[in-house]
């Protein structure tokens, strides 16, 4: 079976505070995608990273960063020192690699509300 | 700037009465994907096209149709909505090929369909 689990339905945190999104997945699968989206209060879901099942190098992209760890199943986001604008639902999602087309099965989300 | 382009942005029907929503990129994406996002859930993948192929989620509704008419666009029909459809509908491209590693999907901004 392959799922996503987010642990974490709401956060909330002070401006400048850092905070770290969980995500654990289960696959079979032996190759396979993992992303992270942004969906602000707007509906829009902004792609953020996606990084494949051989690359377990962590990522840093300004105040973004992700921790991929195969031995755990886990691929967790973290944002530094956090900012108002960073509040908006969080959305984990693993793609098998199908060679045809690329299923995201998300998780349920976790809400990042940011307080000045 | 190519984009992914939902209209309408809101669209209110009534029970039992057919709606289309329409979905239209200017990023030659060959896929193209519908996602039905209830309130506070995780985008759900109803169907796709890859090129012409239109390719049915198992528990996808009969009730939702799909047209592609051309690479650029494409309509979501339902045919006779029930009150359960109310939900956030999600259009997304994605580029993929057999030989190409999975890539990520961009997401128009959504059509929040209201039925009363």
């Known amino acids: 079976a392959q799922k996503v689990t987010q642990a974490q339905t709401e956060i909330s945190v002070v401006e400048k505070e850092d905070v770290t999104l969980d995500c654990v997945y289960e696959t079979r699968d032996t190759t396979y995608y993992l992303f992270w989206y942004k969906q602000p209060p707007s509906g829009e879901l902004v792609f953020l990273i996606r990084?494949?099942?051989?690359?377990?190098q962590n990522e840093i992209s300004g105040r973004y960063s992700w921790n991929f760890q195969k031995s755990t199943s886990s691929f967790n986001f973290t944002i530094t020192a956090s900012q108002v604008v960073d509040s908006a639902v969080y959305f984990c999602?693993?793609?098998?690699?199908?060679?045809?087309?690329?299923?995201?099965?998300f998780g349920a989300g976790t809400r990042l509300a940011v307080h000045p | 700037d190519a984009m992914v382009i939902q209209n309408p942005r809101y669209q209110v029907t009534q029970f039992g009465k057919p709606v289309t929503l329409s979905c239209s990129q200017t990023?030659?994406?060959?896929?193209m994907y519908w996602y039905q996002q209830k309130s506070s859930q995780a985008p759900k993948l109803l169907f796709h096209?890859?090129?012409?192929?239109?390719?049915n989620e198992a528990d996808t509704p009969d009730n939702f149709q799909s047209r592609r008419p051309n690479t650029s666009f494409c309509f979501l029909d339902i045919r006779s909505p029930g009150l359960g459809d109310a939900a956030m509908y999600l259009c997304?491209?994605?580029?993929?090929?057999?030989?190409?590693?999975?890539?990520?999907?961009?997401f128009g901004p959504g059509t929040r369909l209201t039925v009363t």
């Open positions: 997304a491209t994605s580029k993929e090929g057999l030989a190409v590693p999975t890539y990520e999907q961009y």
């Open positions: 096209y890859y090129d012409k192929d239109f390719n």
């Open positions: 999602a693993l793609s098998p690699f199908s060679g045809g087309y690329n299923k995201l099965i």
């Open positions: 990084r494949n099942s051989f690359d377990e």
């Open positions: 990023l030659n994406h060959n896929v």
